[in-house]
């Protein structure tokens, strides 16, 4: 199997409105799990991004397999 470069990576992305949606979302998730302490917003969105382009990564792979 190819590994993916970085800039493969790069052109990996969710529909642009679900994107910002689920980032959104998933950011604040994390500043509830934190207890809702202020200062960390930058932080939950890359996080919350990273996440959701990983999974979309994942999920393109395994239907690349089938």
Same mark, same amino acid.
């Given at each position: 199997? +190819?590994s993916?470069?970085?800039?493969?990576?790069?052109?990996?992305?969710l529909p642009?409105?679900m994107?910002?949606?689920?980032?959104? *979302?998933? %950011?604040?998730?994390?500043?509830e =799990?934190? &207890? +809702?302490v =202020? &200062?960390?917003? *930058?932080?939950?969105?890359l =996080?919350?991004? %990273?996440?959701?382009?990983?999974?979309?990564?994942? =999920?393109?792979?395994? %239907?690349a +397999?089938?």
């Amino acid at each position: 199997m +190819k590994s993916l470069t970085l800039p493969d990576m790069a052109k990996i992305r969710l529909p642009e409105p679900m994107m910002e949606h689920e980032i959104r *979302l998933r %950011a604040y998730d994390l500043y509830e =799990q934190r &207890g +809702k302490v =202020q &200062g960390h917003a *930058l932080e939950d969105w890359l =996080q919350s991004e %990273a996440e959701l382009t990983c999974r979309a990564l994942v =999920q393109d792979l395994n %239907a690349a +397999k089938m």
